[in-house]
Each structure stands twice: as structure tokens, then as C-alpha cells.
């Protein structure tokens, strides 16, 4: 791994904070209590946090924003999905928990967007 990291010596120590899905990656130097100090390689890694009720209820329903049926545990039906930039759709695919909410909040409101640029 450290053969991608430019200007990083291989003998850098790798140190892994956390459990989880790792969300930040430190790359510098370690200074210790006894005064020696080293490169380091620092993954921090945290757990997801939870969606809200409301959006885990979101989830469950087998209705669309649209009124159209959608499969329980998906955001959106098939329709609106396909409606969405093929970016959304990708972060929609891979996020979880509050993420997944967050990103599903843009969706809507990236559609009611499109949706008055229809209407004018």
C-alpha cells in the first residue's frame, strides 16, 4: 500500500484508530513521549452513523415520492431512479445510514428541481 503513497518511506509504521469503515487517511510524521519519532501512515476508521426514524420508515414504505410502488429498502421506484443523474444513482448504490439520507435528501431535492424547470 505504501508503494502508492509518493514520498512516504516503506518502513513508515501503519496505524489503524477505530473500528468501521475507514473516512480519513493521515500521512506524516509521529512524535513520541521518549522523543524518537517516525513516518506513519494513519487510517481513522468510525462506524456509520444511524438514519433517522423517519428515513428508515421512508425505507420500509412500498411507496414512491411519485405515488408509484417501490420495493421496500430501495429510496426511490425504478422510475424516479432512472430519472436521477447517473452520479446520484451511484452514491445512492453505495452509501449507508445517515449518508444514505443525506444523499437521498439531494435526490429530492434535486427532482423537485427538474420538476419546476418542467412546469415553466
Request: glycine share 6%; with cysteine.
Amino acid at each position: 500500500m505504501l508503494k502508492f503513497l509518493k514520498n512516504i518511506s516503506p518502513d513508515a509504521a501503519v496505524h489503524i484508530f477505530g473500528t468501521g469503515e475507514v473516512r480519513s487517511v493521515v500521512v506524516g510524521t509521529v512524535h513520541r513521549l521518549d522523543g524518537s519519532s517516525n513516518e506513519a501512515v494513519i487510517f481513522i476508521a468510525e462506524s456509520p452513523r444511524p438514519a433517522s426514524a423517519e428515513f428508515k420508515q421512508r425505507l420500509d414504505s412500498v411507496a414512491c415520492i411519485c405515488g408509484d410502488q417501490k420495493q421496500k429498502g430501495l429510496p426511490f421506484c425504478g422510475k424516479c431512479f432512472c430519472r436521477l443523474p447517473v452520479e446520484l444513482r451511484d452514491l445512492l448504490r453505495a452509501k449507508r445510514g445517515a449518508e444514505l439520507e443525506a444523499v437521498y435528501d439531494f435526490a429530492l431535492a434535486s427532482r423537485r428541481r427538474a420538476a419546476r424547470r418542467k412546469t415553466r
